[in-house]
């Protein structure tokens, strides 16, 4: 139980995003590894004897509280704000940390604790994680304990957000034929998007599907007033297969060069090809899925890393009013990651 009350305890002090310093102090007082960096924000502890490196990574902060503190323990899970997404990864972390203090390892070990991950690509603090230490570009597999319900999920989509505009003409709604009306305008250029079916690409036989989403359209200031002006944001998770420029490229193709491009983020290859992702996964057992999402393994993916998520949280309890990780899986992740980091 010593992995469920550590979750709990992870659970039961609020880090919604930005305010995630009394957690980053917890976590300080309970790991007893070496401090090999920190910035105020993000921290890395390792053990360093000149073996290849492994590094972990999770992220400290939550969505907002839906009145779902405190957590508590029942049916053999850990509930509350944070379970899945990722205060069951963390913990497993922690008590590998606390492990590694005293074991014989296989590998140097390096844990990455980082805040505001679901604050999107503008509030990433990974960069200057990555600014300011070379230690995270020696790692030889970098594993992100994201929720993945402990299937080994490779690769993952990018994630592109842009902004289109649409300018009409303004009219009194008594005669919309004295002006353009540019929800028309919005719709008539749109519809490729609404209607445009998922493209599945598959990579080393993992099979990623591409999507076009429109997700805001706003537009209007009265209700006789036929609107000058909408603007829409538009989603696009690419695959693998495609770079940044060519994501770019694509809505471009469809909107115009007038679309503005308001983040883009680069997906991650598939590490399937390495020797430590195969060992991970038959130590472990684990199934083997493509991640279809965006998450920070493309950061590392990005500096030529090879990265995976694997998670004891349940993908589908993760940002839910009734979040929560199963006990059972808590300890099978980290039953999985002591026998690999044992070499066993």
């Avoid at 940390?97 to 503008?122: I, K, S, T, V």
């Avoid at 603007?231 to 679309?259: C, K, M, W």
């Avoid at 992702?277 to 684990?286: A, N, P, Q, S, T």
Wanted: glycine share 8%; net charge negative.
């Amino acid at each position: 139980m010593a992995l469920a009350r550590r979750t709990l305890e992870l659970v039961n002090i609020p880090s919604e995003s930005g305010n995630e310093a009394q957690l980053a102090g917890y976590v300080e007082a309970c790991v007893p590894l070496e401090t090999a960096f920190s910035d105020g924000e993000s921290v890395i502890f390792a053990r360093r004897e000149g073996k290849p490196l492994v590094l972990l990574a999770g992220h400290t902060d939550t969505v907002p509280a839906q009145e779902n503190l405190p957590g508590r323990i029942e049916d053999g899970a850990v509930v509350g704000l944070g379970a899945s997404d990722m205060k069951g990864g963390l913990a497993v972390m922690i008590e590998l940390g606390r492990w590694a203090a005293e074991a014989e390892l296989a590998y140097d070990l390096a844990l990455l604790f980082f805040p505001r991950e679901e604050l999107g690509p503008a509030e990433n603090p990974l960069p200057a994680v990555f600014a300011h230490t070379g230690l995270v570009d020696e790692a030889q597999l970098v594993i992100c304990l994201e929720p993945t319900d402990n299937t080994l999920q490779l690769g993952c989509l990018g994630n592109l957000v842009a902004r289109v505009v649409f300018h009409g003409k303004s009219a009194h709604s008594a005669r919309p034929w004295l002006g353009v009306n540019a929800i028309r305008l919005a719709f008539d250029a749109l519809r490729q998007a609404l209607e445009a079916e998922p493209r599945d690409v598959e990579i080393d036989g993992l099979v990623f599907r591409e999507v076009l989403s429109v997700t805001q359209l706003h537009a209007g200031i009265a209700s006789n007033v036929v609107p000058a002006r909408a603007e829409a944001i538009v989603n696009f998770r690419y695959a693998p297969d495609r770079t940044a420029q060519s994501a770019a490229g694509r809505i471009y193709e469809l909107f115009g060069h007038d679309a503005e491009i308001v983040s883009n983020s680069p997906p991650a290859h598939v590490a399937l090809r390495s020797p430590l992702v195969d060992r991970l996964r038959d130590v472990g057992e684990f199934e083997v899925q493509p991640k279809q999402a965006w998450t920070n393994v493309a950061d590392f993916a990005a500096r030529g890393l090879d990265a995976v998520n694997l998670g004891p949280g349940a993908t589908r309890y993760a940002h839910a009013v009734d979040e929560r990780v199963e006990i059972a899986e808590l300890e099978r992740t980290f039953d999985a990651l002591q026998r690999f980091l044992a070499g066993m």
